[in-house]
């Protein structure tokens, strides 16, 4: 018998909501400093989790992930900026990645084009 266990889409946790509404936020950016090397860790473990198919911890962290990177893309200049869009390039990627496994292809649309803005806006599409 073999231990492979096949994904099921039902094993995510329905936070397609909070999905939503971190995909469309147009608010003003949260106040602080962005701290590029804490977000580079943060998109790292997402892809880390879902790459190694552990789907139902991605869901919860991403929203506010996408939320502090669109704040950093906004707050930071320079190189810094560019570095935040390339980060930010990722993390909509396992969003749209993360959405299809769910099957929201409305929602995985969405965190796609932002994945292919944000590569664009790093300078390295």
């Given at each position: 018998?073999?231990?492979?266990?096949?994904?099921?889409?039902?094993?995510?946790?329905?936070?397609?909501?909070?999905?939503?509404?971190?995909?469309?936020?147009?608010?003003?950016?949260?106040?602080?400093?962005?701290?590029?090397?804490?977000?580079?860790?943060?998109?790292?473990?997402?892809?880390?989790?879902?790459?190694?198919?552990?789907?139902?911890?991605?869901?919860?962290?991403l929203p506010?992930?996408?939320?502090?990177?669109?704040?950093?893309?906004?707050?930071?200049?320079?190189?810094?900026?560019?570095?935040?869009?390339?980060l930010s390039?990722?993390?909509?990627?396992?969003?749209?990645?993360?959405?299809?496994?769910?099957?929201?292809?409305?929602?995985?649309?969405?965190?796609?084009?932002?994945?292919?803005?944000?590569?664009?806006?790093?300078?390295?599409?």
């Amino acid at each position: 018998m073999s231990a492979y266990m096949p994904y099921k889409i039902h094993d995510i946790p329905s936070d397609i909501e909070t999905f939503a509404a971190a995909l469309v936020d147009c608010s003003a950016p949260l106040d602080g400093p962005a701290d590029l090397r804490a977000l580079a860790a943060s998109v790292a473990a997402a892809k880390q989790n879902y790459q190694a198919c552990r789907y139902s911890q991605v869901p919860a962290a991403l929203p506010p992930l996408l939320r502090r990177l669109r704040t950093a893309c906004t707050m930071l200049t320079g190189d810094q900026q560019l570095r935040a869009y390339a980060l930010s390039d990722e993390g909509h990627h396992v969003a749209a990645s993360i959405l299809l496994k769910h099957e929201d292809k409305g929602l995985a649309w969405l965190a796609a084009d932002r994945s292919v803005q944000a590569a664009h806006a790093s300078g390295n599409p």
